[in-house]
Structures are given as structure tokens and as C-alpha cells.
């Protein structure tokens, strides 16, 4: 079936260091697109989103890229900081049967290197 | 409060039991989903409303499985005769018109049937 997958479970960069979570999705039909930090303990917490009429935007040090042509969504964070240590997901809404509905990737782990 | 609520944060039960778990979502948040995540793992979907009504349980693994939302606001998740394969986090998120509005989530309910 359609699925979101990530290509990297786990990534450590050195903190200051920029980051980038790749993320890559199989519904070219796929029309909206979020990332999710989670930390320990704690629900998925929103960081950004971008609709498929885009290929970039941009929030406080993170930026999203959308590259419908591969199927290929990215986060990138700026200057990483040890708090931005946790779990992202990116997750596709995608079109199912009569509905909508928001798939999510299987995550990857960010360690930051103090 | 601003921000999604669940009750119990955390609840152990015998197999067998039933459990309910409770969601308050975000005032004026007329989409509530419920999502499953093992430890370690992504989210699993189980269903959505829309006010009232689902209009997806695609996502229920099993007839021991229901969820009811009264008044457009709190939902309750139901399990029945509890396996030891439901031990999860049990997420709930509210998104002001569906799918294609961002998700916020709240903290989840720890489950862990014994």
C-alpha cells in the first residue's frame, strides 16, 4: 500500500552543525505534507508544513523542501541545538478510498553531539 | 487548557479488562483522531471524526475496538477484554478542519495490559 518511509533511522550531527531528515513518500496524489519532532514521553509536536502548490518554506531555523518530481521531502535545522535531540516523523495526507487521512513515516532518531 | 488533553497518562490493567480512554481536544478543533504508537515505533492510525460522526475507522485492529465523540468535543477510546498485544501509547489529536490542518496532539495514554 501507500507509505511514507525515511531513508535514515538514526542521524547524529555535532551540535552548531546543520541538520537534514529525509523523508520519502510513494502517493504522488499526496497533497500536504507535515514534520513532527517527538521527545521522549512526550506527543508528536508540530514543526512545519508545506502543500504540494510549494517546494519550500521556511520557519524559525527549520526549513522544509518538497521535490514532488522524486517523491523526496526534507527537513533541514539550522545551527542544531542539543534540545533539537529527539524523534522526527513526516507524514503525508493522502488520498484513501473516499477520504483523507495523515500517514505517518516510521521516524527518525536526531542525536546532537555536545 | 490550550492544548490537547488525554486521561489516564498512564494505565495498567489486567488482560481482560476493558479500558476507556479520554480526549479533550483543542476548543473550536472540529477534527479528532486517534493514532496508536508502539514503543519504538511510528504512528498507527485508528480513526477520525469529523463533529460527531467517523468517517474513517479504518484503522480499528479489531472488533474489541470503539471510540465515540458527543457535543463535537471529548472522545472516548474503548477497549474491550484487553490482550497483552494493546500495551501502547495511545495518541489522541485534534486539527481545527481535518486532514489537511496541522495535527496537535497531546501526550498519550501509557497502556500496559498484564
Known amino acids: 500500500g501507500e507509505s511514507v518511509g525515511l531513508h535514515l533511522p538514526t542521524l547524529s550531527v555535532q551540535e552548531g552543525d546543520n541538520s537534514i531528515i529525509n523523508c520519502a513518500y510513494s502517493?504522488?496524489?499526496?497533497?500536504?505534507f507535515i514534520w513532527y519532532k517527538q521527545e521522549s514521553g512526550k506527543g508528536p509536536q508540530f514543526i512545519i508544513d508545506?502543500?504540494?502548490?510549494?517546494d519550500k518554506r521556511q520557519g524559525q531555523r527549520v526549513t522544509v523542501l518538497l521535490n514532488k518530481t522524486v517523491k523526496h521531502l526534507s527537513l533541514q535545522i539550522a545551527a542544531t541545538q542539543p534540545g533539537d535531540s529527539a524523534v522526527y516523523f513526516c507524514?503525508?495526507?493522502?488520498?484513501?478510498?473516499?477520504?483523507?487521512?495523515?500517514?505517518f513515516g516510521s521516524g527518525t532518531r536526531l542525536l546532537v553531539r555536545p | 487548557g490550550a492544548g490537547v488533553s488525554q486521561s489516564p497518562s498512564n494505565k495498567v490493567t489486567e488482560k481482560g479488562k476493558d479500558v476507556e480512554l479520554r480526549c479533550d481536544p483543542i476548543?473550536?478543533?472540529?477534527?479528532l483522531y486517534w493514532y496508536r504508537q508502539s514503543l519504538g515505533q511510528g504512528l498507527e492510525f485508528l480513526i477520525y471524526?469529523?463533529?460527531?460522526?467517523?468517517?474513517?475507522k479504518s484503522g480499528l485492529p479489531s472488533d474489541r475496538f470503539s471510540a465515540e465523540r458527543t457535543g463535537g468535543s471529548v472522545s472516548t477510546l474503548t477497549i474491550q477484554r484487553t490482550q497483552q498485544e494493546d500495551s501502547a501509547v495511545y495518541l489522541c489529536?485534534?486539527?481545527?478542519?481535518?486532514?489537511?490542518?496541522?495535527?496537535?496532539f497531546g501526550n498519550g495514554t501509557r497502556l500496559t495490559v498484564t
Open positions: 502517493n504522488s496524489a499526496s497533497d500536504y
Open positions: 508545506i502543500r504540494s502548490n510549494m
Open positions: 471524526f469529523q463533529g460527531n460522526s467517523a468517517p474513517d
Open positions: 507524514a503525508e495526507n493522502s488520498r484513501m478510498d473516499s477520504s483523507y487521512k495523515l500517514i
Open positions: 476548543s473550536g478543533h472540529t477534527a
Open positions: 489529536a485534534s486539527s481545527l478542519d481535518g486532514p489537511r490542518s496541522p495535527l496537535h
